[in-house]
């Protein structure tokens, strides 16, 4: 060979890989629909991954589905039983290996460019310590449902492809007192967060029952506010379905108290801002409103009715605070059901007639 030549094979330069992303996804009896949420990240286009799944003592046949797929990205342990989603996450961040890590649970579904579009504004901005995007709400017939924020579809991405798919809702606020009052949607699914970033704001709490994904997020805002991006994007496919844990009339109570306990940490131990802190009465109306709206959504009136009486006898609440939070949930307990849902239904098409046309306003909350 020719010295002075160089072997085209020798020289070629190979492209850096992207950084690796774990993925966590708990899993408990999920034979129904684990299958569909694995293939979901299967069907990914960005290709660095690793999907760790952690069973939490699976009776049904969730090991035979997992095991179906050959894939060497997928890692599978099962656990003895654990009982709580904060656990078995912790179990499976502890054997995460990414750069970057992300969040599914086995009855949920990403699009197939999730972890791209998810990824893309930690890869261009180092200062950003985490993304979250929306998520798009189906049955469990994979049936789209009403979304309990609709995002509005912006019509210059179609002649500007730079331009975002979707703008988002005027009255939408990335802000600390938006977090703080349960305003803002905090589903875990629609989170990515960098390594580092997570080893400095911890595990999940694990005495909590439900509510341990919004008090990480409150961490995660207390850690680096300005470092957590709003995504204008549906970026995965949330599953509403009556198997779900927090559905179960019983588990209501642990889910309040856990709320509550948050409530105090919040308020009583954290170096909140000002302008956050003066927010507690209302921030203590959100834990009602959320848990009682979720209630009359599951046709459990009598326990939403429950819910938002004990806002008004709460030491915490303003009297005025509990009329304007829980009020109007109050007096729809006592609806039927069925009414009371189509009202909820009516309200969300006005609201999305609406938003067909983005104003000023909304381009301007970007």
Same mark, same amino acid.
């Not at 990914?44 to 035979?64: G, K």
């Not at 890692?75 to 904060?86: E, L, Q």
């Not at 709320?259 to 507690?280: H, N, V």
């Not at 806002?311 to 005025?320: G, L, Q, S, Y």
């Given at each position: 060979?020719?010295?002075g030549?160089?072997?085209?094979?020798?020289?070629?330069?190979?492209?850096? @890989?992207?950084?690796?992303?774990?993925?966590? $996804?708990?899993?408990?009896?999920? &034979?129904?629909?684990?299958?569909?949420?694995? &293939?979901?990240?299967?069907? %990914?286009?960005?290709?660095?991954?690793?999907?760790?799944?952690?069973?939490?003592?699976?009776?049904?046949?969730?090991?035979?589905?997992? &095991?179906?797929?050959?894939?060497?990205?997928?890692?599978?342990?099962?656990?003895?039983?654990?009982?709580?989603?904060?656990?078995?996450?912790?179990?499976? !961040?502890? $054997?995460?290996?990414?750069? #970057?890590?992300?969040? #599914?649970?086995?009855?949920?579904?990403?699009?197939?460019?999730?972890?791209?579009?998810l990824?893309?504004?930690?890869?261009?901005?180092?200062?950003?310590?985490?993304?979250?995007?929306?998520?798009?709400q189906?049955?469990?017939?994979?049936?789209?449902?009403?979304?309990?924020?609709?995002?509005?579809?912006?019509?210059?991405?179609?002649? %500007?492809?730079?331009?975002?798919?979707?703008? #988002?809702?005027?009255?939408?606020?990335?802000?600390?007192?938006?977090?703080?009052?349960?305003?803002?949607?905090?589903?875990l699914?629609?989170? $990515?967060?960098?390594?580092?970033?997570?080893?400095?704001?911890?595990?999940?709490?694990?005495?909590?029952?439900?509510?341990e994904?919004?008090e990480?997020?409150?961490? $995660?805002?207390?850690?680096?506010?300005?470092?957590?991006?709003?995504?204008?994007?549906?970026?995965? @496919?949330?599953?509403?379905?009556?198997?779900?844990?927090?559905?179960?009339?019983?588990?209501?109570?642990?889910?309040?108290?856990?709320?509550?306990?948050?409530?105090?940490?919040l308020?009583?131990?954290?170096?909140?801002?000002?302008?956050?802190?003066a927010?507690?009465?209302?921030?203590?109306?959100?834990?009602?409103?959320?848990?009682?709206?979720?209630?009359?959504?599951?046709?459990?009136?009598?326990?939403?009715?429950?819910?938002?009486?004990?806002?008004?006898?709460?030491p915490?609440?303003?009297?005025?605070?509990?009329?304007?939070?829980?009020?109007a949930?109050? !007096?729809?307990?006592?609806?039927?059901? &069925?009414?009371?849902?189509?009202?909820?239904?009516?309200?969300?098409?006005?609201?999305?007639?609406?938003?067909?046309?983005?104003t000023?306003?909304?381009?301007?909350?970007?």
């Amino acid at each position: 060979m020719n010295p002075g030549f160089s072997n085209p094979k020798t020289a070629e330069k190979t492209e850096p @890989q992207p950084p690796l992303i774990s993925i966590i $996804m708990p899993t408990y009896n999920a &034979q129904r629909y684990i299958g569909k949420a694995i &293939q979901s990240v299967l069907d %990914q286009t960005y290709p660095h991954w690793e999907l760790i799944i952690v069973d939490d003592a699976s009776s049904d046949e969730t090991e035979s589905v997992v &095991q179906g797929f050959s894939d060497a990205r997928i890692r599978y342990r099962k656990v003895a039983r654990i009982g709580h989603p904060a656990g078995v996450r912790n179990v499976a !961040l502890n $054997m995460a290996e990414g750069e #970057l890590i992300a969040f #599914l649970d086995s009855d949920d579904l990403y699009y197939p460019d999730t972890l791209a579009k998810l990824s893309a504004p930690l890869l261009n901005n180092p200062h950003f310590i985490s993304v979250y995007g929306f998520a798009f709400q189906i049955d469990e017939h994979d049936h789209p449902l009403p979304n309990a924020l609709s995002l509005i579809p912006n019509p210059a991405h179609r002649q %500007q492809p730079g331009e975002p798919e979707y703008l #988002l809702p005027a009255g939408y606020q990335h802000s600390w007192e938006r977090i703080v009052t349960s305003q803002i949607s905090c589903l875990l699914a629609a989170l $990515m967060i960098r390594r580092s970033a997570w080893e400095q704001i911890g595990f999940f709490n694990e005495t909590l029952c439900g509510p341990e994904d919004y008090e990480f997020y409150v961490r $995660m805002f207390l850690h680096n506010h300005a470092g957590v991006h709003c995504l204008s994007d549906y970026v995965y @496919q949330y599953r509403i379905h009556s198997a779900s844990l927090t559905k179960a009339p019983e588990h209501c109570h642990r889910l309040l108290e856990s709320c509550l306990s948050i409530m105090r940490w919040l308020f009583e131990e954290t170096a909140l801002p000002p302008a956050a802190k003066a927010l507690k009465s209302e921030a203590y109306v959100g834990c009602y409103r959320y848990l009682a709206r979720e209630r009359l959504l599951n046709h459990q009136p009598h326990i939403a009715r429950t819910l938002a009486l004990k806002t008004f006898f709460d030491p915490n609440v303003r009297k005025k605070d509990a009329l304007l939070g829980c009020g109007a949930l109050l !007096l729809r307990s006592f609806l039927p059901s &069925q009414f009371d849902q189509g009202l909820v239904a009516l309200k969300r098409e006005f609201r999305g007639l609406l938003h067909k046309k983005p104003t000023l306003k909304a381009r301007a909350s970007l």
